[in-house]
């Protein structure tokens, strides 16, 4: 134990040690140059790229990096008469911030208070890492329709008490970007045509005799030492030498935009969001920057680099002025649960459909009589999704670092807990009523659950905001005092419910992700990564275990999921920033999502059960379907003749029936009985049956049929397969004469079903 403890010391002295010599670094170059013009380069290398590059994965850092740099930086702008700012200066500045934003958060990270709740230190220290580096809760666009569709009614309130509203502090905002990128844009050949004649000179100076070289070629060499880099090094600095004049934007600069900011406006936009010299220098921590987004320059002049966590803290400025009068903010608070809610079903009506959305039901309530009430039901075939809604305030300040545990707890009870305690009363009504029934509060239309025929109910809470990261790892604060019971909902924010609608190709892929995401929270190994990451995951491996956290070698301790890049590259095609779309639909064979379609289609339930079950089974059993298809239709079958093939997967077996000028009528009758009769002959608890025939192209299968159950013996069925030959699937290789059985009998193969193969 000793000397663990002694490397761990070790170890925090190295980072200790990174951590001041980084930010010593940085304080000599912001005493020795303008240390405004510094920030602004320095933004400027790292803020901008080519869109097809500006993910989370490369861009994720950069907005923290700039907050940390302007709270070194913003006490020593005006220290320094030296105006003039270069690559030689921007280079080395970078570099350090680097190794500063490195060690930094690591020291941060690494100093979790001993807490004696083992849980609660945990999740404090999962929970730092977010609030540090995590920006950006909902795509602009998401954020900007949330803050204007609430706020908007409130307008003149906000101008008397903030002196601009939240529509017009959103065109700013808009503009500032706009403004940003149309001068870099405009100034881009300049500093390219500087970038091509610094890789030119390079060149000459590289043939030429080291006696020959003139000081100024000497001193390119010696900074720059290959010929690629050569014209990066010349792009560098020019643009670091143009940035502090082109990339700010000011008050006049926004006056050619359509609805220009009054100077009022202008003044406000500072107080409400600004990050000035005088609010960094009372505050202690450079995650305070993350409240000030906005960054204001000596000469009125700002840059922005996050839109999406810019309109986060406007959101949250608005949210603290709102609450200073509480008629208007109860108004508010009212016209922001509707709006929620609304778009809750409204996401929920694109995966499932209008007719399948039931809102706002009172029950009988199972616990104190009377009445209770649901936020909505969603009923799809034999599912039951209860949905409930949470339109209450995530606060930022129960992220931050001092806030401790018990407003994190708060918030997340009332976000995620209280909605699952209401769901799970929802629950233990339908489980102890023989004939529950609910009715819609608005419409008076009854809804009878008949519970013979559903196989799955979920619970699903929807909150407005993300949840620090919490709403996919519910299962970390096991032994919390939350969620005593360790049973927790399917918890998703507004902005990725919307983002899952646009996705999912149909109800029975979002179902069966809800399904595979709750079995992620049953595992005992950490398993991290947003809504996103999760659902980039299913379209993938269908969050198979040995696809994301079994290996041969056995599990593993730990497993990060990094795919929302995926996300956001489908975004910004649906911007139009870039050409070409992202791959983002459910990675199965071609044959199994034409299944997958036709079932959606057929709208009953044996249709919505058997699509599940296909999405349930491993790659190799879809693989093998797959193979049975495609060679089916390949096949040469006589006129009226029925061939089947037949394969299973753990408890489920599935009979392909191929067909050539048969009837409906007699291809369902044949694939009811073979349905019945191979779910005996491997004892299987699912058997489910696919017809077809090969020469129709427009239809992917002709009739289906399913049967569930335990396994009886029956004697009747038992004649029937002594007598009948077995069928093996085209191409399956048949086991030893000693071997199992292919049918699962778990008989000798020469002593059950070999004399039959041929018969």
Not at 280 to 290: G, K, Q, W, Y
Not at 649 to 666: C, F, H, N, Q, Y
Request: one cysteine or more; aromatic letters at 8%; a neutral charge.
């Amino acid at each position: 134990m000793k000397s663990d403890k002694l490397s761990t010391n070790d170890f925090l002295q190295e980072f200790e040690q990174e951590w001041k010599s980084s930010l010593n670094v940085i304080n000599q170059l912001g005493n020795s140059v303008d240390a405004a013009k510094l920030f602004v380069s320095v933004f400027s290398n790292i803020s901008f790229g080519i869109p097809e590059q500006m993910t989370e994965a490369n861009f994720g850092t950069v907005t923290p990096k700039i907050e940390l740099l302007a709270y070194h930086l913003y006490p020593l702008f005006g220290k320094s008469q030296n105006t003039s700012v270069s690559v030689i200066h921007v280079q080395p500045c970078m570099q350090a911030l680097d190794r500063l934003f490195r060690s930094f958060n690591l020291l941060k990270l690494l100093s979790v208070s001993d807490n004696k709740n083992e849980i609660v230190t945990n999740v404090m220290y999962r929970l730092k890492g977010e609030v540090r580096i995590v920006r950006g809760s909902a795509y602009p666009e998401q954020t900007r329709d949330e803050i204007i569709s609430i706020y908007s009614p409130f307008d003149r309130n906000f101008e008397n008490e903030a002196g601009i509203c939240p529509s017009r502090a959103i065109t700013i905002i808009e503009n500032i970007i706009k403004s940003q990128a149309e001068s870099l844009n405009n100034y881009l050949p300049v500093i390219r045509k500087h970038a091509e004649s610094v890789q030119t000179d390079w060149k000459e100076a590289k043939k030429k005799r080291i006696n020959e070289r003139s000081m100024s070629e000497i001193a390119l060499l010696g900074l720059v030492k290959k010929k690629k880099d050569a014209y990066a090094f010349g792009f560098l600095d020019r643009l670091d030498e143009m940035a502090p004049d082109i990339i700010p934007v000011g008050f006049d600069d926004l006056q050619r935009f359509d609805n220009p900011p009054s100077k009022r406006e202008w003044e406000a936009l500072f107080e409400l969001i600004g990050m000035t010299v005088s609010n960094r220098l009372a505050m202690n921590d450079p995650v305070a920057v993350r409240e000030k987004p906005l960054f204001v320059l000596p000469d009125q002049r700002v840059i922005l680099q996050n839109i999406s966590h810019t309109f986060d803290i406007l959101w949250e400025s608005y949210d603290k002025i709102i609450r200073n009068d509480k008629v208007i903010y109860q108004e508010c608070q009212k016209r922001q649960a509707e709006w929620v809610e609304k778009k809750t079903f409204k996401y929920f009506s694109a995966i499932f459909g209008q007719d399948n959305i039931h809102q706002n039901l009172r029950y009988p309530d199972p616990d104190k009589g009377g009445e209770a009430e649901i936020d909505g039901i969603v009923q799809w075939g034999p599912f039951l999704v209860l949905v409930e809604v949470k339109a209450r305030q995530f606060r930022l300040n129960s992220q931050s670092i001092d806030a401790g545990a018990g407003r994190l707890f708060s918030d997340i009870k009332s976000n995620i807990e209280d909605a699952f305690h209401q769901a799970k009363r929802a629950l233990k009504y339908i489980d102890t009523d023989l004939s529950p029934m609910f009715q819609e509060i608005s419409s008076g239309q009854k809804l009878a659950i008949d519970k013979k025929k559903i196989r799955r109910i979920y619970l699903v809470t929807v909150s407005q905001h993300q949840l620090a990261g919490m709403a996919t790892r519910l299962n970390s604060l096991k032994g919390s005092g939350l969620f005593k019971e360790n049973e927790y909902p399917f918890s998703i924010c507004l902005a990725d419910l919307n983002i899952l609608s646009e996705l999912c190709d149909g109800p029975d892929i979002f179902l069966h992700y809800i399904e595979r995401r709750l079995d992620v929270q049953k595992q005992e190994i950490e398993i991290l990564g947003d809504e996103r990451d999760f659902f980039c995951a299913y379209l993938s491996s269908r969050l198979q275990a040995e696809r994301v956290w079994k290996s041969k070698d056995g599990e593993y301790d730990s497993v990060w999921l990094n795919l929302s890049d995926q996300v956001d590259a489908w975004m910004m095609h649906k911007r139009g920033m870039i050409t070409q779309a992202p791959e983002m639909s459910l990675k199965v064979p071609s044959e199994i999502k034409e299944i997958l379609s036709e079932l959606r289609q057929r709208r009953d339930d044996d249709a919505c059960w058997i699509a599940f079950s296909l999405l349930d089974m491993s790659d190799h059993g879809l693989a093998a379907i797959s193979k049975i298809l495609r060679d089916s239709r390949c096949m040469t079958i006589p006129s009226g003749i029925i061939r089947r093939y037949t394969h299973k997967e753990g408890d489920t077996v599935i009979t392909i029936l191929a067909s050539r000028d048969v009837t409906p009528d007699t291809l369902m009758d044949t694939i009811s009985y073979r349905v019945m009769v191979e779910k005996y002959r491997h004892r299987a608890v699912k058997s489910i049956g696919i017809g077809l025939e090969p020469t129709n192209t427009n239809r992917p299968i002709e009739c289906i049929f399913f049967s569930e159950g335990y396994w009886k013996y029956s004697d009747e069925i038992e004649k029937i397969l002594e007598k009948e030959p077995l069928s093996p699937a085209p191409g399956q290789k048949l086991p030893g004469v000693n071997a199992p059985c292919i049918c699962g009998s778990g008989r000798k193969f020469k002593k059950c079903c070999l004399p039959k193969i041929n018969a």
